[in-house]
C-alpha cells in the first residue's frame, strides 16, 4: 500500500441519538441518528411502539396453534382481521401485545382464547425475533400451540371478536406465507428423485 492510499474506516456501527418526532397511543416516530461501519453518521426515521413492558424484550406473540382431532388431520388456526393501515382484512396467525407481567406463555395462551376461543397447551417458545427490522424496533416471540380439539372446551369454540363479511379484499400475512413454503418444502423435497445430470 503506497502512502497516498487512505486505509479503509471501519468502526462499530452504532446509535449516536434519537429524536421524536411524533407520536401517539400506540406508537412514535423518531429519527435516529447513527454511525454506519464506515464511520459515516446518518439518519434513519424509526417506528417504535409505546407498550412495550418493562420487563420483557418483547412487544408481543404470535401463534402458531395446531388443532389436533381424534381421526382428522392436523390443522394450523389462523384468524381473519381487518388491519387499517391496509384498508382490509388480512390472514394471520393469532397474536397480540405482551400485557405488564405478563410471559410469553401466558401471553399466547390469552391471546389464542380471545381471537379463537380455542384454548391449548404451549410445547415452545422461540427466542424474541424482529418483524421489520427496516421500519421498526418491534418484536415478537413465536409460541407453539397444541390444541385438543377433542375437549369439550374446544369443540364449538366462540371467538371474543367481531364477525366480518366474506367478500372482501384478504391479504395473506408473510409468516403465514413462509410457514407453508416451508411446510410445502419439508413435505414435498425429500420425496423428490435427484436430477441426473449429463
Known amino acids: 500500500m503506497s502512502n497516498s492510499e487512505e486505509p479503509n474506516v471501519t468502526t462499530a456501527p452504532h446509535i449516536v441519538k434519537e429524536e421524536l418526532m411524533a407520536a401517539g397511543k400506540w406508537v412514535k416516530l423518531e429519527k435516529t441518528t447513527y454511525v454506519d461501519p464506515a464511520g459515516n453518521t446518518r439518519t434513519w426515521e424509526t ?5 412495550r413492558q418493562t420487563n420483557t ?6 401463534i402458531i396453534a395446531l388443532l389436533k382431532r381424534t381421526l382428522h388431520k392436523d390443522c394450523v388456526v389462523m384468524v381473519k382481521q381487518f388491519r387499517p393501515p391496509l384498508g382490509c382484512c388480512t390472514l394471520e396467525f393469532p397474536a397480540g401485545l405482551i400485557d405488564d407481567g405478563e410471559t410469553a406463555e401466558v401471553a399466547a395462551l390469552r391471546e389464542l382464547k380471545e381471537e379463537t376461543g380455542y384454548k391449548g397447551e404451549v410445547v415452545g417458545v422461540t427466542p424474541v425475533t424482529c418483524l421489520d427490522p427496516g421500519l421498526s424496533n418491534c418484536t415478537t416471540q413465536i409460541v407453539l400451540v397444541n390444541i385438543n380439539g377433542d375437549e369439550a372446551g374446544n369443540i364449538n369454540p366462540t371467538q371474543q371478536l ?3 363479511t366474506s367478500k372482501e379484499k384478504i391479504v395473506v400475512d408473510s409468516k403465514v406465507y413462509i410457514f407453508a413454503m416451508g411446510m410445502v418444502q419439508a413435505f414435498f423435497k425429500p420425496r423428490e428423485l435427484p436430477v441426473l445430470k449429463q
Open 57 to 62: 424484550e418483547a412487544d408481543g406473540v404470535g
Open 162 to 164: 367481531d364477525g366480518e
Open 47 to 51: 417506528v417504535k411502539r409505546t407498550t
